[in-house]
């Protein structure tokens, strides 16, 4: 080698290093999620794009079997960051969780049931399905209950049922008569030979869904971590709408299907219900507080806006971040 080579080759070497040894490190921070789901896509579309190492977070996702735990988990602070909709009663409780954004201004469930089972008035004496108490299903199911004038646990008892797959399990085993599932489920469903009898989205109602929550408290603490989680939030969104086939191969990684009508469901489903710019509803975190407060009567006082913090996604907004991803996603 000659020695000017030599003298390059010893340079970029040390370069590399240097860089590397100055580079800011990885924030290490866990995000949970409560479902294989489709409203669970663009977390994982941010993890295994490296949406969130883009960030400056070496993250580490944590799965929950249903909203419930997921909560818990947030209200206990490990992690510190979930990917639910279900703050709202948490919050009414004296717990610190709040929305700092949303991916969903409706619930996509639909009812499915039996063969048996054709019509809603047929559920009476029956039992439905949900993944668990105060999760998002079960949340949907009393108020689609409530539409047709159907007394939970006296005309129909709720049973939780555990995740997706254990609920088609026990509808097989003929231990629950019906359950609420997404589109991407409900084409699992047909395909075992279950009806589908009621879409929630045909009742028209604004209702807050799933969402990005954390804590009033470590949002204070660590915004800059909070708000680089939101980025790659945000962005996994615009990186969905504008790459449909690489999302649909991470989907069937975390589904663990390839089934083709179920990952065009799924994206088709999210790309459908997800905005681009993901604000909570007020209007939606309103209806949930009218629904709930016979049993909470904490929540005929309660403002949406204590629900929600939506200073980081106005800083975005102001820091031109949306105008960037939709030039970069066109």
């Given at each position: 080698?000659?020695?000017?080579?030599?003298?390059?080759?010893?340079?970029?070497?040390?370069?590399?290093?240097?860089?590397?040894?100055?580079?800011?490190?990885?924030?290490?921070?866990?995000?949970?999620?409560?479902?294989?789901?489709y409203n669970q896509i663009h977390i994982w579309v941010a993890q295994d794009a490296g949406l969130f190492r883009k960030y400056?977070?070496?993250?580490?996702?944590?799965?929950?079997?249903?909203?419930?735990?997921?909560?818990?988990?947030?209200?206990?602070?490990?992690?510190?960051?979930?990917?639910?909709?279900?703050?709202?009663?948490?919050?009414?409780?004296?717990?610190?969780?709040?929305?700092?954004?949303?991916?969903?201004?409706?619930?996509?469930?639909?009812?499915?049931?039996?063969?048996?089972?054709?019509?809603?008035?047929?559920?009476?004496?029956?039992?439905?399905?949900?993944?668990?108490?105060?999760?998002?299903?079960?949340?949907?199911?009393?108020?689609?209950?409530?539409?047709?004038?159907?007394?939970?646990?006296?005309?129909?008892?709720?049973?939780?049922?555990?995740?997706?797959?254990?609920?088609?399990?026990?509808?097989?085993?003929?231990?629950?008569?019906?359950?609420?599932?997404?589109?991407?489920?409900?084409?699992?469903?047909?395909?075992?030979?279950?009806?589908?009898?009621?879409?929630?989205?045909?009742?028209?109602?604004?209702?807050?869904?799933?969402?990005?929550?954390?804590?009033?408290?470590?949002?204070?603490?660590?915004?800059?971590?909070?708000?680089?989680?939101?980025?790659?939030?945000?962005?996994?969104?615009?990186?969905?709408?504008?790459?449909?086939?690489?999302?649909?191969?991470?989907?069937?990684?975390?589904?663990?299907?390839?089934?083709?009508?179920?990952?065009?469901?799924?994206?088709?489903?999210?790309?459908?219900?997800?905005?681009?710019?993901?604000?909570?509803?007020?209007?939606?975190?309103?209806?949930?507080?009218?629904?709930?407060?016979?049993?909470?009567?904490?929540?005929?006082?309660?403002?949406?806006?204590?629900?929600?913090?939506?200073?980081?996604?106005?800083?975005?907004?102001?820091?031109?971040?949306?105008?960037?991803?939709?030039?970069?996603?066109?």
């Open positions: 080698m000659h020695t000017r080579d030599h003298f390059l080759a010893v340079f970029l070497f040390l370069l590399v290093t240097f860089t590397a040894a100055n580079a800011p490190p990885f924030t290490k921070i866990k995000i949970g999620y409560p479902a294989v789901s400056g977070l070496d993250t580490q996702l944590v799965f929950f079997r249903g909203g419930q735990l997921a909560t818990q988990a947030l209200v206990a602070g490990d992690p510190p960051i979930v990917n639910i909709g279900t703050v709202v009663q948490a919050n009414l409780q004296g717990h610190d969780v709040v929305l700092i954004a949303a991916s969903e201004s409706a619930y996509a469930y639909s009812v499915v049931a039996l063969p048996s089972i054709t019509k809603v008035e047929q559920l009476r004496g029956k039992k439905l399905g949900v993944s668990g108490f105060g999760s998002a299903s079960y949340n949907a199911a009393l108020i689609f209950l409530h539409k047709f004038h159907l007394e939970p646990n006296k005309d129909v008892a709720i049973v939780p049922a555990g995740p997706t797959i254990e609920r088609l399990n026990a509808m097989t085993a003929g231990a629950i008569d019906a359950t609420l599932l997404t589109p991407t489920e409900v084409v699992s469903a047909k395909k075992r030979g279950f009806g589908e009898i009621y879409d929630l989205l045909n009742m028209g109602i604004e209702i807050q869904g799933n969402g990005f929550a954390t804590s009033r408290s470590y949002n204070k603490a660590h915004r800059d971590i909070v708000k680089a989680a939101l980025k790659a939030y945000v962005e996994a969104i615009y990186y969905i709408h504008h790459n449909p086939e690489e999302t649909k191969a991470i989907v069937a990684k975390h589904l663990r299907v390839t089934d083709p009508d179920v990952l065009r469901a799924a994206y088709d489903a999210f790309v459908k219900m997800v905005p681009k710019k993901p604000y909570p509803t007020l209007k939606g975190i309103q209806f949930l507080l009218d629904q709930i407060a016979e049993q909470m009567p904490q929540a005929k006082k309660a403002k949406p806006e204590q629900f929600v913090d939506l200073s980081l996604l106005h800083e975005l907004e102001k820091e031109g971040f949306f105008a960037e991803m939709a030039k970069k996603y066109p």
